[in-house]
């Protein structure tokens, strides 16, 4: 844990010498002459996330058998170097994962998992660091909540989703921006590696729209008819993940008990409020807080009525449209007149998220289904056998 402490407090250490849009127009701005138009704040910019990123990327190349699919990855990764004229392996992955771990094999001559993993991370750390960095009007705060809210560690565990997740932030500023086949290109391209991408085609194209009064009634009315067609979601919903069909999981997506996430509930409804409180003067007309606001409706919805589909399910769906929560509660608080109450607001979040980490780091890290503690690095650890050589 200590590892994950230090390298959080670092980053946001680091984060208080960042300024972003420092571009002076005055004649003695205080350019350098390393490159025509940068400013010494823009140098100062450039170090420090380059220290940033090396340090999120360290660590989450580094790590070893540190993640809830690690082996299963090391496993699956066997299996598809494995494949010969007369045997073709199955594994669960998608095509551009097994087209990148084939070809990483062979060029290495082994089997060097650790840098398929470390090819992850590099690409990972770099969508999100760029997402946030070209979109966010509080870069600092954003990048805090990155880090506070988990984004960041539960990547070490569910390493192609993700990578997709990434992709779908970066994916944002070409949809606000009206550049669909930018972003349709990087949303198929970023399915080859995790499918359920596939579903912001839907989903954002959704929140972007001005939606009209019948529209909220229709989504009330959608969702409260979860309570009484719960078997024949649970069905859809198990068309669109196959991998659920005949489990456990769709057993109690039809049956099981419901368990409600209730923080991000919580989360959800306090961002909710506060966007209505600021609907006026921060939403109504700018495109890219509309989306947001929308993103957050629709998460809201998914964890109150959609719950029975299991947090595998409803986590895959909702961490897409809870990612924006990064970006939006920013641009809120920027959106509060009065600089003592934006204040105390700020403080508010930073607290709240600080809450958020530690509970993190104290039940969901080391918990089954995270696994991203004890933290164990290729410095100093082994990996254990995989099951292709215990066979069992």
């Given at each position: 844990m200590i590892v994950y402490f230090t390298l959080t407090v670092a980053v946001l250490a680091l984060l208080l010498l960042v300024k972003k849009n420092t571009v002076s127009e005055c004649a003695d701005c205080g350019r350098i002459g390393l490159y025509r138009g940068m400013t010494r704040q823009d140098a100062i910019n450039a170090i420090v996330l380059a220290a940033i990123f090396l340090g999120l990327f360290a660590v989450s190349a580094l790590r070893l058998n540190v993640g809830n699919d690690y082996a299963t990855y090391v496993e699956h990764m066997h299996l598809i170097n494995s494949k010969s004229?007369?045997?073709?392996?199955?594994?669960?992955?998608?095509?551009?994962?097994?087209?990148?771990t084939y070809v990483i094999y062979k060029l290495c001559g082994f089997e060097n998992y650790v840098l398929v993993f470390a090819i992850f991370a590099f690409l990972t750390v770099l969508f999100f660091m760029k997402g946030i960095w070209r979109q966010s009007k509080w870069f600092e705060l954003s990048f805090a909540m990155f880090m506070l809210l988990g984004f960041y560690f539960q990547s070490l565990s569910t390493v192609r989703y993700y990578f997709g997740l990434g992709i779908a932030l970066l994916s944002i500023e070409y949809l606000v921006k009206k550049d669909y086949p930018r972003f349709v290109l990087m949303i198929i391209v970023g399915a080859l590696f995790h499918k359920s991408l596939l579903i912001i085609l839907v989903l954002y194209p959704i929140a972007v729209i001005n939606w009209k009064k019948w529209m909220y009634?229709?989504?009330?009315?959608?969702?409260?008819?979860?309570?009484?067609?719960?078997?024949?979601?649970?069905?859809?919903?198990?068309?669109?993940?196959?991998?659920?069909?005949?489990?456990?999981?769709?057993?109690?997506?039809?049956?099981?008990?419901?368990?409600?996430?209730y923080i991000s509930i919580a989360r959800c409804a306090l961002i909710l409020a506060a966007s209505i409180y600021l609907y006026k003067d921060e939403i109504k007309g700018n495109r890219e807080n509309i989306f947001f606001f929308h993103c957050n409706v629709m998460s809201l919805?998914?964890?109150?009525?959609?719950?029975?589909?299991?947090?595998?399910?409803?986590?895959?769906?909702?961490?897409?449209?809870?990612?924006?929560?990064?970006?939006?509660?920013?641009?809120?608080?920027?959106?509060?007149?009065?600089?003592?109450?934006?204040?105390?607001?700020?403080?508010?979040?930073?607290?709240?998220?600080?809450?958020?980490?530690?509970?993190?780091?104290?039940?969901?890290?080391?918990?089954?289904?995270?696994?991203?503690?004890?933290?164990?690095?290729?410095?100093?650890?082994?990996?254990?056998?995989?099951?292709?050589?215990?066979?069992?």
């Open positions: 004229d007369g045997w073709t392996p199955k594994v669960p992955e998608e095509e551009g994962f097994k087209a990148l009634v229709l989504g009330a009315a959608l969702g409260a008819s979860c309570f009484f067609l719960r078997p024949i979601y649970a069905k859809i919903a198990v068309k669109i993940y196959s991998d659920y069909q005949g489990t456990a999981t769709y057993d109690r997506m039809v049956a099981g008990p419901i368990h409600y996430s919805a998914l964890y109150v009525f959609a719950a029975f589909l299991t947090d595998e399910v409803i986590s895959r769906i909702s961490y897409y449209l809870t990612i924006t929560h990064v970006l939006f509660v920013p641009a809120l608080l920027l959106g509060i007149k009065d600089p003592k109450k934006r204040k105390i607001c700020s403080m508010l979040v930073l607290a709240g998220c600080f809450m958020y980490f530690v509970i993190f780091m104290k039940r969901i890290a080391p918990a089954n289904g995270t696994r991203i503690l004890p933290y164990t690095t290729i410095m100093f650890d082994e990996m254990p056998p995989i099951l292709s050589e215990t066979g069992y």
